[in-house]
């Protein structure tokens, strides 16, 4: 009896990720010569797309993230309800938002990679546009500390991630 329980609930929560991740089963359009319909390969599940939800949100950096000049920052990002071939493009602002440079464009990417300019003082505001069929959606992140700058008087400021 427990295992059965067991079962049931396994195969709902599977049915709930499945909706929540908007993958559907296979479409029974085939034939296996038994009358019975033949499941596609997962390459070929069919997904339902929700372009009203369409969004995408930046996970790293945070916003109370230390900026140093110089080092390379990985920024990333989450889609959510995007279908099918999409591009990202990762604008970066060291005025506080006012003007956006592009840092790149991606095919299908999740995160890109940018050289902090040393810029000491300057205030980074990162933004990601989603271009895919049903048009764009973005994300902006404002890091609430100033981009630092290596040198200090002359003398070099130890990065975290640096060793001597």
Excluded at 63 to 72: C, I, P, Q, R
């Amino acid at each position: 009896m427990f295992r059965k329980i067991m079962a049931v609930s396994a195969t709902v929560a599977l049915v709930a990720l499945s909706a929540c991740s908007s993958v559907t089963g296979p479409e029974k359009t085939k034939s296996n010569g038994s009358g019975r319909p033949a499941p596609r390969p997962p390459q070929e599940l069919d997904r339902v797309c929700l372009s009203d939800l369409r969004a995408v949100s930046i996970t790293s950096p945070s916003e109370g993230a230390l900026l140093y000049g110089d080092e390379v920052l990985m920024v990333q990002w989450q889609t959510r309800e995007i279908c099918g071939r999409y591009t990202a493009e990762l604008l970066v602002s060291t005025d506080n938002g006012r003007n956006f440079d592009s840092a790149g464009t991606y095919v299908n990417a999740t995160s890109a990679l940018w050289r902090i300019p040393n810029l000491d003082g300057a205030k980074v505001v990162t933004k990601v546009i989603i271009h895919d069929s049903e048009g764009e959606v973005f994300d902006d992140l404002a890091v609430a500390h100033p981009i630092y700058g290596h040198t200090n008087g002359g003398h070099r400021i130890k990065v975290p991630q640096q060793r001597d």
